[in-house]
């Protein structure tokens, strides 16, 4: 940075996926990556991925030698389970093998859900984690890190009921940003979809998997369209990631596209596939609403909602029994009241595409929530955080 005597920061940034194509926290990453260098942080990306099936100890001393040659100022290690292929072992392994003068930094990206080994009891997980030893979804990381960062209130909780440590929240902003020019970027995105003028136009945006509850949407069509005869779908994302390899995404997808055909709306969904940034800009400004029916329930920690939020999108989405304090039904979205429920997705997308005014309420109110998660923001918040680990530095 200039002038103020702020030193640089060297960071060893460890992903298990280096493809932002098929993976969030990879994309996550790189954005983050490219953030932090606006405020003086110099991010070197460290992959761990394995060069054959099993080979995760070749792979995390691979990683944790890259650490040592880098001889960076901190690692940070972004964690999901997906990201290391639902793996328990890079957690495990990764931090005895980092130099122990290194601070360590983790950020829970899912957490909450899953345990590695499943089969060791519950009594158990609590006394190990309560004693510091072992954390049941990442191993030796959240006991081994210096700080722990959260992108939810929810995983934050968890962590806190398990551990008694209290963990940064850091929110997630967009996985796309807004590319403008939405005047344009409508009619091109529409007339790509071969769309009539009159057309309403709904999207479900993010990496497309079972959890998402696409199915439901597909099976809320007829109805809705009874309801909005020129409607159309477009589902905007990859099927292919980390947590869905090729055979099962391809599976999935010609499962959708039967499932849309046996309702009799096959004419009226796009599956787009994985689209660039910029393309995926046109179709949030293009649609009228998003539709996002998680099977488990949708947050802000999910850049595709706060991308949609962003854009300006009024958005309909189920919520987790815990809800979302920035997702009120009527406020911010149109919440769905039944998870993995196409009635009830059809009941919520028909109350949002009837109202013109709670449409724009939300989007006034969606841009508001997404204006406090920005990429700068973000950057600067992990700047203090690791200023907090670093000893005092002359000059």
Known sequence: ??????????????????????????DYTRRLAAALHDVDVHVSPVAVVPR????????????AGAVRAL???????????SAFRFSGRPGLLL????????????????????????????????????AGRL???????????????????????????????????????PNVADHGAPGGARQRFRRRLGLAPDAVLLVFFGFVHPVKGVRYLLEALPWLRSRHPALHLAVVGGFTSRALPEPQAAAFRAE??????????????????????????????????AVLPFGEGVTTKSGALVAALAHGLPTAATLPPAGDPDLVDGVTVAVIDR?????????????LLSDAALRGR??????????????????????????RLLPVRDG
């Open 1 to 26: 940075m200039d002038g103020g005597g702020v030193r640089p920061v060297r960071v060893a940034m460890v992903c298990g996926a280096d493809d932002p194509a098929l993976d969030g926290v990879a």
């Open 52 to 63: 054959r099936p099993g080979g995760w100890l070749a792979a995390v001393r691979g990683a």
């Open 71 to 81: 001889a960076p100022d901190l690692v940070h290690v972004q964690f999901a389970p």
């Open 95 to 130: 931090p005895p093998l980092l130099p122990r003068s290194l601070p360590l930094v983790t950020t829970l990206h899912e957490y909450g859900s899953w345990s590695a080994p499943s089969w060791l009891p519950d009594r158990v997980w609590r006394r190990l984690e309560r």
């Open 135 to 173: 954390d049941r979804e990442s191993g030796r990381l959240v006991p081994g890190s210096d700080l722990v960062l959260v992108t939810n209130d929810t995983h934050g909780a968890v962590v806190t009921a398990r551990t008694g440590r209290r963990p940064l929240w850091v929110p997630v902003p």
């Open 256 to 289: 959708l596209v039967g499932i849309a055909a046996a309702h009799g709306v096959g004419d009226a969904v796009t599956f787009t596939g994985y689209l660039p940034a910029p393309e995926v800009s046109e179709a949030l400004h293009a649609a009228d609403a």
């Open 339 to 351: 998870r993995r429920d196409a009635p009830a997705v059809a009941r919520a997308t028909d109350r």
């Open 362 to 387: 939300l989007a006034r109110a969606g841009r508001a929530v997404a204006a406090h998660r920005s990429w700068p923001g973000i950057a600067a918040a992990h700047r203090a955080a690791y200023e």
